[in-house]
């Protein structure tokens, strides 16, 4: 698998604050690039974005996981790294995209469930690991530990870059991490004027995900980040 960045634009249906902006201007898509327009309709020069893939509002969770994230779950137990990245100002939809409403799972549920349905799919051995923590101002608190604050962020030749002193639990069932997820929920930042960003983690056998026995008694370890702006305020 080649390194690859996908780029991805989900449109927020219009809410009433905005009805007064887009009076102004409004955005248009055409294939996979979006651009600012005039009430008129001139497009605005310079304004124009394009993207891997852009989605309306139509779309659902289910339809988005199985364009962007699915194959990241699957490498991730092949043993490559992943990030699912939701990213944008407040009220763009990124907590609705990556946590879970009452009729459609986010991201971040689907993700779970399909790690462990994978695993369970192959026949080699897994040691799965979760950390959750915040970058809260410029500084990284562990959400599993309300003791693990202020952390700190190392590089090493056996680990490469870390945060020293997050918690890691391990884990062996969907339902451990979503409580766990749950659980740190609890010891969010909230408000001010911030960003926050939010890192789920899984590894296996040292970090998210270690795979044994292939080839000739080899260890592959892989992390998957599931990361979110939670909030957003300038």
Known sequence: MRNTICQTARNHPTIAPLEKIYRTAFHEWEDNRISLHRPHGTPISGVSYAFDHVV???CSNAQVYELLTRDL???????FNGTAFAYGQTSSGKTFTMN????DLGIIHRAVEDIFEKIQAVSIKFLI????????????????????????????LERGIFVA?????????????LQLKES????????????????????????????????VNSLFISILHLIFLAECFY
């Open 129 to 156: 690991r979760v950390s959750y923590m915040e970058i809260y101002n410029e500084e990284i608190n562990d959400l599993l530990s309300l003791e693990n604050q202020k952390l700190q962020i190392h590089e090493s």
């Open 100 to 103: 879970s409403s009452a009729n």
């Open 184 to 215: 740190g929920e609890v010891n969010r930042h909230f408000g001010g004027k911030f960003q926050l960003y939010d890192y789920l983690a899984l590894k296996e056998d040292s970090d998210i995900f270690s795979q044994h026995n292939r080839g």
């Open 73 to 79: 779950i699957h490498a991730a137990v092949e043993g």
């Open 165 to 177: 002193g997050l918690k890691e639990e391990i884990v062996n069932n969907a339902e451990q991490v």
């Open 56 to 58: 309306d509002e139509t």
